[in-house]
């Protein structure tokens, strides 16, 4: 027996490469225009990555700087792909839904930490 497949699912090929970025773009545009936290993070991610590529420290440092950043943005978007879907089964408040968007809560402060960890020992090893 088959497994079902969403008539949503691209097969293969090009076809299925443009239609992930359009994919990706409609993401982007929509965590744009609908999420104050992805807005904020974006923000931080382009002050930082000028901040990384004018420091003095090697090409690794700054990747790594910027990387963290990205990796917040990351989780950001899963976390509120996830708010999303709870919210599309139901509005009505239960604790698995509480839990859920929780977890998701938590893992965009635990990026946030390993970025702010990053950046400062990055920044204390150029500086002191």
Known sequence: MESPVSQFKSKSGLGRIIAACRNSGAGFKSAWQGEHAFRQELFVLIVGTVL???????AFEKFVLIAVLVFVLC????NSALEAVVDRISLERHPLSKNAK?????????????????WIVVLFNRFY
Request: aromatic share 4%.
């Open 75 to 78: 989780i950001e978007l899963l």
């Open 52 to 58: 990384a590529l004018l420091l003095k420290i090697s």
């Open 102 to 118: 929780d977890f998701g809560s938590a893992a965009v402060t635990l990026a946030v930490v390993i970025a702010a960890g990053a």
